[in-house]
């Protein structure tokens, strides 16, 4: 787990040397504390953070091939060993027991086609000698992040936006996307391939791309279709023993994530989910891992109970770690970690989580992408729900909205019953796809506009972020509605908010973490089950539950989902008050958190006006830097 940078340079090579590159890649330390390496060769330049897992000794990057061939390489390729056997009958020659040189050879071998033959996470960039071109890619579910910036005479590329922001061209020229603070004023966070900034776009999840060095073209192409497995022609027959095959590939997915050269554990929520990786590492695994869980004071939203019931019935090694809430300094902090403005409030639990462990492993195995892919959010209950409610005239709708609206008090509990009940309530006439959308709604148009400046609105106008969930509904046409939310959610939220989170939170903190659930083997299966094996009336995750049946205490099994949040309602922010940014928003909307639960729209203000202070630092002083 690293980080990579570099560029080619059309203009004037020597203007962009090793101390600039060093910049770039010195800024994401944290990333790969480690161990540093630098290429420059020509127009190429590439660096490489490194946080080492497997081959302590002989992985370093930038690693060149005998051909010349030299490869940048984030994440992890877990089927390496394979893939090297596979390498070896092919007459390759190795000379380190790395994934990176597995996965260098690979390109030589197979060029583009070796990206079928991966199982892992990963963002890499192999700088082709003969060809004289770079080719990169993004892993299938997105999982590991590429940044990249092009004009006439720049590309440039990194691993996160703030080593970008070293170089002297995109300092000259960065500018906000008013399109991005549409995104996030409404969902908390930005939709792919769009970034805070104009001018940087990232790499979206199974794309690759060839930049030819000679003159400049930029080819970028999809390798992985996910729609593909949720087309109704390609489902699996419903006679046949989904809970067995599921079972084999979820192990599979599990003990392929247990190669390390360097401590590793689990994290423990006590929820399905990570239980279920504990339970499958106890089964496969002669090796007892470590499991770690954070806890709160706040029992509403402590969890540690039921993580231990996991623990003692297993027999595990288990670490309860606490957690506080952040201060001022540490909000700003995680700001700068993710580079944009983003107020997913689960960042602090899953930031605290993974700091905590740190002293005890490099390396922890997440429960992250279940729910996505087997309906296991309360978000996919409501759908259904829905389904049935709007049958009720519009009017009506409207009606019992404002009277709930009127009575009901904020409790600010945990996802309260309060705060779901007035959610759903408030999406009366909706359509079923846009409802779906308006779930995880944070600010709603009519709020935006009164936030919004009359010029930012100008500046958006035409563009809704429901368009782009619009679009992903679109290209799954003939599956049952359920299957379209799921592929949906697995094109925006897992890929945007979910792997963003779980990236930068744990990088932050030099952790590497990896989510069996997102193998693309288990993904592409549960795309192809049957409806009834995901979500049955209420029953969620159906096929999980099934399969872990005799590996889990049943009042596990049945445990409703709950969700990794943390207290946020700690900033006291009824106000959005950019210090310099009146053109952006005007200051005349508020927030009455005794009339409604105020905890992700005072969490997006407090997000946004850091993020924003730390953007006009920028300006003045051409660094991303965070406030002491």
Known sequence: ???????????????????????????????????????????????????????????????????????????????????????????????????????????????????????????????????????????????????????????????????LLVLPEIQKKIKINPLAISDFLSLGY???????????????????????????????????????FYHPDNKISPDTD??????????????????????????????????SIVAAIKEISKN?????????????????????AVSDFLGLGHTILSSAQPQNNELSKLVWFFDAPFADTSIIPTYALNNAARKYTTVALSGDGADEMLAGYQTHLADQFYGLYRNIPTALQKYIYFIAKKF?????????????????????????????????????????????????????????????????????????????TLYVDQKTWLQDNILVKVDRSSMANSMEVRSPFLDYKVVEYTARMQEKLKLEGRKQKVILKSAMKPFLPQKIINRAKSGFNSPTNMTGKTQLRPKRYSYLFSNKFLLHGDKEDITYKAFSFAVLEKWLDMYDHFLSTNKWECES
């Open 288 to 308: 007892t891992v470590r499991a770690f869980t954070v806890g709160f004071d706040n029992k509403s939203y402590d969890e540690t109970v039921y993580a231990k």
């Open 1 to 163: 787990m690293c980080g990579i940078c570099g560029w080619i340079n059309h203009s004037d090579p020597s203007r962009m040397g090793s101390e600039i590159l060093r910049g770039m890649a010195d800024s994401m330390t944290h990333r790969g504390p480690d161990e540093s390496g630098e290429l420059i060769e020509g127009t190429v330049a590439m660096a490489h953070k490194r946080l080492r897992i497997i081959d302590l000794e002989d992985g370093k990057q930038p690693m060149r091939s005998q051909r010349g061939n030299a490869i940048v390489f984030n994440g992890e390729i877990y089927n390496y060993i394979e893939l090297r056997e596979l390498l070896v009958q092919k007459g390759y020659t190795f000379r380190t027991n790395s994934d990176t040189e597995v996965l260098l050879a690979s390109y030589e071998i197979w060029g583009q086609d070796c990206l079928e033959k991966l199982n892992g996470m990963f963002s890499f960039v192999i700088f082709d000698k003969s060809n004289r071109t770079l080719f990169f890619a993004r892993d299938r579910l997105g999982k590991k992040p590429f940044y990249y910036y092009k004009s006439d005479k720049l590309f440039a590329f990194a691993s996160e936006i703030k080593a």
């Open 242 to 275: 989904c809970a067995e095959n599921f079972r084999e590939l979820f192990f599979e997915a599990c003990r392929l994530r247990l190669r390390s050269d360097v401590p590793l554990g689990s994290y423990l929520s006590g929820g399905l989910d990570s239980s």
């Open 408 to 484: 009901i008090k904020p409790s600010y509990r945990k996802v309260s019953m309060d705060y779901k009940l007035l959610q759903f309530l408030s999406g009366y006439g909706l359509s079923a796809e846009k409802a779906h959308y308006w779930w995880r709604v944070i600010f709603t148009d009519d709020e935006k506009d009164k936030i919004m400046s009359p010029d930012l609105l100008r500046m958006c106008a035409g563009y809704n972020p429901y368009d782009i969930f619009k679009g992903y509904f679109e290209k799954v046409p003939k599956s049952s509605f359920l299957d379209k």
């Open 190 to 228: 930005i939709l792919s391939p769009k970034t805070i900034y104009e001018g940087i776009d990232v790499l979206q999840a199974a794309n690759c791309g060839t930049y030819n060095i000679s003159n400049g073209d930029i080819r970028i192409s999809q390798f992985w279709n996910l729609e593909d």
